[in-house]
């Protein structure tokens, strides 16, 4: 096979000056398999073309080296599923045939304009324009043409730069925009939690003293104090104290208790809580003949709401479930004495406090 190339080749030598003389801007075709790469020169067709090409490139292989005439190769497929893997493939072909050049012709990479095209079959074109030796264009005119090509090669290759930095200008004031978004995203978000917000700063105190409406309508003061330890803990004190006498000391009503209490808020603005309570306290009550003295101890579960009024007041509304026990004695008075009917205890599981508690914040502070 190399030696019908050789022969070709001599052959091809010899009669190609006789086709120089009205050869111009001369074009061959090189064919591909459909979604192949590989260059088969055993093909008749391409075998025959490579002869003619290696023909034409050793004859004007001093030109050719000198820069004056470019070799143009153009890459074509469109046999694939995407316009990106045809033009991968129709690179890989037109690089198959610049090597045959190469290494047969000895020639370099920069002797070549390669192009790449997504369209119209699976070939490799390659184009020469060679100078026609006898014509009646003057060398003036055989010069202008000359740079006319040269001109339209850096044309193209200007365009080419022109594009290239578009896209690179491009890309680069996208990058800019999404850095110039994400600056101002992030300072937009360390604003708003600079921001003071009833939402997020649902503890603005640090104590508050406590009045319960309810002990107060029934006669009996009550007053109290909270410490919230954090946004979500708080421990609570109430205590109460009445004395009422009346028909000449005859009938009396008379307690006394403290109810310590901690509490645990929950929610967005900690408005709801639940809590644990311990209550101890005396009383001595004589509504009727017999009177009843004694103390009671007990605790259970509380739990309630705090409606916010305003920035100082709160109303809290609670109710505590759980056990009391009471030991007292029973007594009647008898002549301005008093005189015991017994002792009895008792045992209590059910509301063991309720309450509609007016909140006055003080020690208000910074948010927390």
């Known amino acids: 096979m190399y030696k019908k190339f050789l022969i070709s080749l001599v052959l091809w030598g010899i009669i190609s000056p006789l086709m120089a003389q009205t050869q111009g801007d001369t074009i061959y075709q090189f064919r591909f398999e459909p979604g192949e790469n590989g260059f088969y020169t055993a093909c008749q067709d391409n075998r025959a073309e490579l002869t003619r090409l290696l023909s034409c490139v050793v004859q004007n292989k001093e030109a050719i080296l000198a820069g004056s005439i470019p070799i143009l190769v153009d890459g074509y497929c469109n046999s694939l599923g995407s316009e990106a893997e045809n033009l991968a493939t129709a690179k890989i072909r037109a690089n198959r045939v610049k090597s045959?050049?190469?290494?047969?012709?000895?020639?370099?990479?920069?002797?070549?304009?390669?192009?790449?095209?997504?369209?119209?079959?699976?070939?490799?074109?390659?184009?020469?324009?060679?100078?026609?030796?006898?014509?009646?264009?003057?060398?003036?005119?055989?010069?202008?043409?000359?740079?006319?090509?040269?001109?339209?090669?850096?044309?193209e290759k200007r365009a080419e730069q022109e594009r290239l930095a578009e896209e690179q200008r491009k890309a680069e004031e996208a990058r800019l925009a999404a850095e110039k978004a994400e600056a101002e995203k992030a300072a937009q978000q360390n604003t708003l939690a600079d921001m003071p917000s009833e939402t997020k700063t649902p503890t603005d105190y640090h104590l508050s003293?406590?009045?319960?409406?309810?002990?107060?309508?029934?006669?009996?003061?009550?007053?109290?104090?909270?410490?919230?330890?954090?946004?979500?803990?708080?421990?609570?004190?109430?205590g109460s104290w009445t004395s009422w006498t009346w028909s000449d000391k005859d009938r009396r009503y008379a307690l006394?208790?403290?109810?310590?209490?901690?509490?645990?808020?929950?929610?967005?603005?900690?408005?709801?809580?639940?809590?644990?309570?311990?209550?101890?306290?005396?009383?001595?009550?004589?509504?009727?003949?017999?009177?009843?003295?004694?103390?009671?101890?007990?605790?259970?579960?509380?739990?309630?709401?705090?409606?916010r009024l305003n920035k100082a007041l709160n109303l809290d509304f609670n109710l505590g479930l759980g056990y009391l026990n009471a030991d007292y004695e029973k007594y009647e008075v008898i002549d301005g004495v008093r005189v015991c009917r017994g002792n009895e205890t008792k045992d209590w599981w059910g509301p063991i406090n309720a309450g509609v508690t007016l909140v006055w914040k003080i020690g208000a502070s910074r948010a927390h």
């Open 256 to 307: 006394w208790e403290v109810a310590p209490e901690v509490r645990y808020y929950m929610g967005e603005k900690k408005a709801w809580y639940l809590g644990a309570m311990f209550k101890a306290g005396q009383f001595n009550y004589k509504l009727s003949e017999t009177g009843k003295q004694g103390d009671l101890m007990g605790g259970g579960i509380t739990g309630g709401y705090q409606l």
């Open 100 to 155: 045959e050049l190469i290494i047969r012709a000895e020639i370099k990479e920069e002797n070549f304009i390669t192009r790449n095209h997504a369209t119209e079959g699976d070939f490799v074109t390659v184009r020469m324009t060679v100078p026609v030796k006898e014509t009646a264009a003057t060398d003036a005119e055989a010069e202008a043409r000359r740079k006319a090509e040269a001109e339209r090669l850096a044309a």
């Open 209 to 238: 003293l406590r009045a319960n409406l309810l002990r107060w309508a029934t006669l009996t003061p009550d007053l109290g104090l909270e410490w919230r330890i954090c946004p979500s803990w708080g421990i609570a004190v109430n």
